[in-house]
């Protein structure tokens, strides 16, 4: 299993960045995939998510501006993130929906993420 977040980066509000996930195959095939955040003390958010045929879905705060796609060639899922403001910093992390659990004891698995700031 393996989640490899990368593209994150310090922005003044108002830009852009675009996130990229590597995944393994084996998790990412035919799997629904996501995009989510978390900023310390807060419980992490589902912010968008894609399906294997490319339906798309976004939580109300990202709506109309962020973008998710997918290549299910190259088992990479993206996010486009347009209009940034203060509130989207976070650390961002990719994953299937729901995600992926590992071991005999199930435990959530999680990549390193990769952190967004976003000045004002």
């Known amino acids: 299993v393996q989640l490899v977040e990368s593209g994150g980066g310090l922005v003044q509000a108002g830009g852009s960045l675009r996130l990229s996930c590597a995944a393994s195959g084996n998790i990412f095939s035919i799997n629904a995939m996501g995009w989510y955040r978390q900023v310390p003390g807060k419980e992490r958010e589902l912010v968008a998510t894609i399906t294997w045929e490319g339906s798309t879905n976004y939580a109300d705060s990202v709506k109309g501006r962020f973008t998710i796609s997918r290549d299910n060639a190259k088992n990479t899922v993206d996010l486009q993130m347009n209009s940034l403001k203060p509130e989207d910093t976070a650390s961002y992390y990719c994953?299937?929906?729901?995600?992926?659990?590992?071991?005999?004891?199930?435990?959530?698995?999680w990549g390193q993420g990769t952190q967004v700031t976003v000045s004002s």
């Open positions: 994953n299937t929906d729901p995600p992926v659990r590992i071991g005999a004891r199930r435990l959530y698995y």
